[in-house]
C-alpha cells in the first residue's frame, strides 16, 4: 500500500476561532473516527498558522540563514494535513473529498514516494 498526504489549504489569515464552529468540528471528527475505524489513517496533524513558522535557507558561502515566516510568500497555506495509507490514488481521493467537505476548504491529495 502506498502512503498519501491530504492536505487541507487555508486563506493567509485563516483565524480557526472564527471559522471553525461547532458542525464543522464535528464533521472533522467524524471523518477522523471514520478514517481510524477503516484504518486508512497513519497520522493526523493541524499545523500553526503560517506567519509563526521559521524557514532554513542555505546561503552561498554554505552557511544557513533562518528567518521567521514561512518559505513561500503565498495567499493560501497548509493548515493541517493526514497521512493515509490506500491502496490507489482513488482511495485516497475519494478520502480527500470528505476531507473537503468536512473541513470546508481546498485540499490536496499527493502520494509519498
Same mark, same amino acid.
Given at each position: 500500500?502506498?502512503?498519501?498526504? =491530504?492536505?487541507?489549504?487555508?486563506?493567509?489569515?485563516?483565524d480557526p476561532?472564527v471559522s471553525?464552529?461547532?458542525d464543522?468540528?464535528?464533521?472533522?471528527?467524524?471523518?477522523?473516527?471514520?478514517?481510524?475505524?477503516?484504518?486508512i489513517? =497513519?497520522f =493526523?496533524?493541524?499545523?500553526?498558522?503560517?506567519?509563526?513558522?521559521?524557514? =532554513? *535557507?542555505?546561503?552561498?558561502?554554505?552557511?544557513?540563514?533562518?528567518?521567521?515566516g514561512?518559505?513561500?510568500?503565498?495567499?493560501?497555506?497548509m493548515?493541517?494535513?493526514w497521512v493515509?495509507?490506500?491502496a490507489?490514488m482513488?482511495?485516497?481521493?475519494?478520502?480527500? *473529498?470528505?476531507?473537503?467537505?468536512?473541513? *470546508?476548504?481546498?485540499?490536496?491529495v499527493?502520494?509519498?514516494n
Amino acid at each position: 500500500m502506498t502512503q498519501y498526504l =491530504v492536505a487541507i489549504h487555508h486563506p493567509d489569515n485563516y483565524d480557526p476561532a472564527v471559522s471553525e464552529d461547532a458542525d464543522m468540528i464535528a464533521a472533522i471528527n467524524a471523518l477522523n473516527d471514520e478514517m481510524k475505524a477503516t484504518g486508512i489513517r =497513519v497520522f =493526523v496533524g493541524g499545523l500553526a498558522p503560517a506567519a509563526q513558522a521559521k524557514s =532554513v *535557507r542555505l546561503q552561498p558561502a554554505g552557511g544557513l540563514l533562518a528567518s521567521d515566516g514561512p518559505y513561500l510568500e503565498t495567499k493560501e497555506h497548509m493548515g493541517g494535513f493526514w497521512v493515509l495509507e490506500a491502496a490507489s490514488m482513488d482511495e485516497a481521493l475519494a478520502w480527500g *473529498r470528505k476531507a473537503a467537505i468536512a473541513c *470546508r476548504a481546498p485540499v490536496e491529495v499527493r502520494a509519498f514516494n
